[in-house]
């Protein structure tokens, strides 16, 4: 799975959520129908406005509301329900997936949409195949049919019940096949789609859409129009915009202090900190072949030294929780595989780990950072966790850090012990925080394979269409991964938006399921 534009942010940025209740999407809600846009602001960019290309948070924003999928995500929940699909289901076991569309279903151009464009859509994006797009998503597709023109059939290489939570992802995105090409990207920052919303115009900047009043889903509007303004990873600008009262909603990228500072004179200020669940961890990855990193022992110390309840206190002001666990909680599968394994911090228990290997001497280690990428917070925290290490006496540990992208190559090279890496998934289900970790390639980069956990617990959760009948393999899983220790989890953060008196439906929009709901947002 590719996932570079995937890894990212601060417990406070998670995506949010997609879409489900019921009724028609063209109902008008008393109150709205303004001509003011909802002023939305976030520190993200939107990196391409093409569903074959995009797969950053801001870009799967835009999709999410300008395209629909066959399948989303109901507000609050990790099971995907039909969208621009009446119904769909698998036969054959999970390698044979069917759906059929809602009939009537137009662009927002005013052309039909069919299942031809749904094939389409799928195989432009295979075709395609963009470093920076959703294709790795699709890659168990075999072939697509379209028996009629509400039907259509997927074809898998192999089982897969996450198929669906895959195409409610934005990489289902639905497009035109008269607007797009079927081999390449289409670059004019244009986007025709038959989601909720339509986006009018693209800068730098600011995105603004309006109502799309042919649409035909689950979605109710709330308003007619969202203005999304892009601070370009300027979270001091962000923070000020709103300050201001040029926002309504600052979403993505204040940082914990903000958030704090927030929260403490709300009163004061006429504004409202609005909390939600979020999928969103952290993880310490080892380099299984590190000459020190590498020996058990020394993980297990560190496993034994690092205190995440410290971490999430002091560094993060409380603005994520810690996480014993690879599948972060809210979603199936979820245990606290690394507390029962570690417990609470123990510097004995730590000594008696490097002891037992015949390690004496303290451990000279570096921890490697990236400033950004992952919240403005990390540098931070690996500086907290290194004097948590050498506060046991059993350990030198320092912490480098260094841009992005020299950072991606020197861990594809194999050049650091021990790094950080943040998780935002592509849809609510374990497999999406085991298979590309654990999985054959996995995205780590850190030369670890568990042939159980590839030829065993992944294929049987991978078959199993029942997602609440998989506990069991991904306890399993994650016993294994606790024991022998490629990963340290840290936090799963939550999700916040700040808003003013006199907007509502952020409470609906802040969820596990990581995209974003313009038309729950309102104003009065």
């Known amino acids: 799975m590719k996932t570079h534009h995937k890894w990212l942010t601060a417990p406070l940025a998670a995506g949010l959520s997609a879409a489900l209740l019921g009724g028609c999407g063209t109902e008008q809600i008393p109150g709205?129908?303004?001509?003011?846009?909802?002023?939305?602001?976030?520190?993200?960019?939107?990196?391409?406005?093409?569903?074959?290309?995009?797969?950053?948070?801001?870009?799967?924003?835009?999709?999410?509301?300008?395209?629909?999928?066959?399948?989303?995500?109901?507000?609050?929940?990790?099971?995907?329900?039909?969208?621009?699909?009446?119904?769909?289901?698998f036969g054959d076991g999970s390698t044979v997936y069917t759906c059929t569309l809602r009939p009537g279903l137009k662009f927002s151009n005013g052309n039909p949409l069919t299942s031809e464009d749904v094939k389409f859509s799928f195989e432009?994006?295979?075709?395609?195949?963009?470093?920076?797009?959703?294709?790795?998503?699709?890659?168990?597709?075999?072939?697509?049919?379209?028996?009629?023109?509400?039907?259509?059939?997927?074809?898998?290489?192999?089982?897969?019940?996450?198929?669906?939570?895959?195409?409610a992802s934005g990489a289902g995105s639905i497009v035109d096949h008269r607007e797009y090409s079927a081999d390449a990207l289409r670059t004019d920052g244009k986007a025709v789609g038959s989601g909720p919303y339509k986006l009018d115009s693209l800068s730098d900047t600011?995105?603004?859409?309006?109502?799309?009043?042919?649409?035909?889903?689950?979605?109710?509007?709330?308003?007619?129009?969202?203005?999304?303004?892009?601070y370009q990873g300027d979270r001091a600008a962000l923070a000020k915009a709103f300050a201001d009262g040029d926002l309504d909603v600052a979403y993505r990228g204040l940082s914990a202090g903000d958030i704090s500072a927030l929260e403490a004179s709300t009163e004061d200020r006429g504004v409202q900190v609005v909390q939600g669940s979020s999928a969103e961890v952290q993880h310490l990855v080892f380099n299984m072949k590190d000459p020190v990193a590498g020996k058990l022992a020394v993980r297990k110390a560190?496993?034994?030294?690092?205190?995440?309840?410290?971490?999430?206190?002091?560094?993060?002001?409380?603005?994520?929780?810690?996480?014993?666990?690879?599948?972060?909680?809210?979603?199936?599968?979820?245990?606290?595989?690394?507390?029962?394994?570690?417990?609470?911090?123990?510097?004995?228990?730590?000594?008696?780990?490097?002891?037992?290997?015949?390690?004496?001497?303290?451990?000279?280690?570096?921890?490697?950072?990236?400033?950004?990428?992952?919240g403005p917070s990390t540098d931070a925290e690996l500086k907290a966790i290194a004097a948590q290490l050498n506060a046991s006496g059993l350990f030198?540990?320092?912490?480098?850090?260094?841009?992005?992208?020299?950072?991606?190559?020197?861990?594809?090279?194999?050049?650091?012990?021990?790094?950080?890496?943040?998780?935002?998934?592509?849809?609510p289900d374990a497999d999406n925080f085991t298979a590309p970790f654990f999985g054959e390639g996995n995205v780590l980069s850190n030369h670890y394979e568990n042939k159980t956990i590839t030829g065993t617990l992944l294929p049987k959760t991978?078959?199993?269409?029942?997602?609440?009948?998989?506990?069991?393999?991904?306890?399993?899983?994650?016993?294994v991964v606790a024991e022998e220790l490629p990963v340290l989890p840290l936090w799963q953060g939550k999700q916040y938006a700040v808003t003013r008196d006199g907007?509502?439906?952020?409470?609906?929009?802040?969820?596990?399921?990581?995209?974003f709901r313009f038309w729950e947002l309102r104003t009065s």
């Open 124 to 167: 432009r994006a295979l075709k395609i195949a963009d470093p920076s797009g959703p294709a790795p998503l699709l890659s168990t597709i075999d072939t697509i049919e379209t028996p009629d023109e509400r039907t259509v059939v997927f074809r898998l290489k192999v089982p897969d019940a996450t198929f669906p939570s895959k195409i």
């Open 396 to 427: 030198d540990a320092d912490v480098k850090s260094v841009a992005f992208d020299q950072y991606e190559k020197d861990i594809a090279a194999g050049k650091y012990g021990v790094y950080v890496k943040g998780w935002v998934p592509d849809y």
């Open 302 to 374: 560190i496993a034994h030294l690092v205190d995440r309840d410290a971490l999430v206190e002091d560094v993060y002001k409380s603005t994520a929780t810690p996480l014993y666990s690879i599948v972060p909680a809210g979603i199936n599968g979820h245990n606290t595989a690394f507390f029962d394994t570690y417990g609470a911090p123990d510097p004995a228990k730590a000594k008696k780990a490097l002891r037992a290997a015949g390690i004496t001497d303290k451990v000279t280690l570096t921890l490697w950072s990236t400033p950004s990428r992952y």
């Open 462 to 479: 991978a078959a199993t269409a029942d997602r609440s009948a998989t506990d069991k393999e991904y306890g399993a899983l994650q016993d």
């Open 32 to 89: 709205s129908g303004s001509a003011d846009a909802v002023r939305v602001g976030m520190s993200d960019e939107i990196l391409a406005t093409d569903p074959a290309a995009g797969y950053d948070p801001g870009s799967w924003l835009l999709f999410n509301n300008v395209f629909q999928s066959l399948l989303a995500f109901p507000k609050g929940g990790s099971l995907p329900e039909p969208e621009a699909a009446e119904k769909c289901g």
């Open 206 to 230: 600011e995105a603004v859409f309006s109502a799309n009043t042919g649409y035909q889903g689950t979605a109710e509007r709330r308003n007619d129009r969202v203005a999304l303004k892009l």
């Open 503 to 515: 907007v509502t439906g952020l409470e609906w929009t802040l969820d596990a399921s990581t995209v």
